[in-house]
């Protein structure tokens, strides 16, 4: 005879279902909590935005809580928009979000006399305004870090050749030369050469449905032969810096060292950088609305992408000895501004603008470069260098997404970095 179990009575039938029960329960909120938490508004506490600056600088959490995934780093004296919110999660005073994403904990700010977004004086965007570039030659340079150490005899250490710095003033003392760079510290110039101006934008937006360039020549006063010979009529000539077109958007082919321009004639293959398709190996498979960039170290060639569709083109550097790993990676940390070093940090490039690592174990990035003008031409130590502003716009185009006062951006699991093919 059957019998009905009593309700305190707890069979393995129950059991099994309250563990299946709390166990589904448990990942629900596991998923819900973090995006509740980030979900949540920021005008917690009132829709105004107030304005605070970064005292000692600041780090940016995706959500308000210390342990969570940094999202980016605000240079001391920046300023920034924020709103108060009413969480806690270990910050003595409140957590701050910020319009775009990510939280600061209050202790880090200070309220603010501007009104508008800006980065500290550190990582201004023209941070080199009055400044010219210079390079040590062979014997290298001595640095101190002010005039009085200078009289103290008390260097900071020995710069070798091929350091390069930005420089604001010059002066002379003891008999002998020295360069001022940013930061106020005294280097001796025996062996210094100023450097001169060099281009600063090439890049060239491809608006929607327009035909994108096939190349663009390199070389000052580029010949273009009726033949492909080097003794052919030359039937005009091309300045440095100019897009070629085909006119059907085909794409510019090399044959014995010659390049055919469709209606115009013949040009050494070496005097034009092309734009060439990426090998199906190497291929992304992107979404329509995917951003990512192709770096083509044959040509010497940079191209933005949007899904499969060209947004942005331009001649780079990479390494002069073949050292720019091919592959397939992701922007993994931004930096507004730096010094790189070498050897021991005694071969210095000073203020280096708008790095985006995408092999950070080797130091490999996309970065501008102020130093030289071989655009279209390897010539780097292994980065990939861009004139300056073209630099500054795949900085502000590519993701991690990075605000006027971030000194440093970093993607997180939930918004990867820009994805770079380099083949």
């Known amino acids: 005879m059957f ?6 009575t707890v069979t393995a039938d ?26 949540q508004s920021p005008q917690a506490e009132g829709d105004a935005l107030v304005w605070m600056d970064a005292r000692h600088g600041a780090n940016v959490r995706y959500h308000p809580r210390h342990n969570s995934s940094l999202v980016a780093k605000i240079a001391p004296g920046s300023t920034l928009g924020v709103y108060r919110t009413s969480f806690r999660n270990g910050c ?41 570039a210079w390079i040590l030659g062979r014997g290298g340079g001595r640095l101190y870090q002010g005039h009085r150490a200078v009289a103290r005899r008390e260097m900071l ?16 003392r003891y008999g002998t030369p020295w360069l001022i760079n940013r930061s106020h ?30 190349g663009m020549i390199i070389a000052a006063d580029t010949p273009v032969h009726t033949a492909p010979a080097s003794d052919a009529p030359v039937a005009a000539t091309l300045p440095r810096w100019s897009w070629v077109y085909t006119g059907d958007r085909t794409l510019l082919q090399a044959q014995d060292d010659w390049v055919h321009l469709p209606g115009q004639g013949y040009v050494r293959d070496a005097h034009i950088a092309r734009r060439q398709p990426v090998p199906a190996a190497y291929d992304p498979d992107p979404r329509p609305d995917e951003k990512w960039i192709s770096v083509d ?11 499969r569709r060209i947004v942005r083109i331009s001649p780079c550097s990479t390494g002069i000895k073949d050292n720019t790993p091919t592959g397939s990676f992701r922007v993994q940390w931004k930096r507004r501004i730096q010094t790189m070093n070498a050897r021991g940090g005694h071969e210095i490039v000073e203020d280096v603008q708008w790095v985006m690592y995408y092999y950070k174990r080797r130091g490999i990035a996309i970065h501008a470069a102020y130093w030289h003008d071989r655009f279209g031409e390897r010539y780097s130590h292994g980065c990939v260098n861009l004139p300056e502003q073209d630099a500054r716009w795949l900085y502000d185009w590519s993701d991690p997404p990075s605000d006027p006062e971030d000194a440093e951006t970093f993607p997180v699991p939930q918004d ?8």
């Open 3 to 8: 019998t009905a179990p009593s309700p305190l």
């Open 14 to 39: 129950t059991r099994a279902f309250r563990g299946h029960f709390l166990s589904l329960w448990g990942a629900v909120l596991i998923l819900l909590i973090p995006a509740w938490l980030h979900g």
């Open 92 to 132: 003595p005073s409140h957590w701050y979000a910020r319009p775009s994403r990510g939280y600061i904990c209050g202790n880090e700010l200070r309220p603010s006399a501007y009104d508008r977004a800006q980065p500290g004086p550190s990582a201004l965007p023209d941070i080199r305004k009055d400044t010219t």
């Open 157 to 172: 250490k020995r710069l070798f050749i091929h350091s390069i710095l930005t420089i604001r003033d010059t002066a002379t």
């Open 185 to 214: 510290q005294w280097i001796s110039a025996e062996n210094a050469i100023s450097l001169p101006p060099v281009s600063t934008a090439l890049s060239l937006a491809v608006p929607h449905g327009e035909e994108a360039p096939a």
């Open 297 to 307: 170290l044959t040509e010497q060639v940079l191209v933005a992408w949007q899904g």
């Open 416 to 423: 990867a970095g820009t994805r770079v093919i380099v083949f």
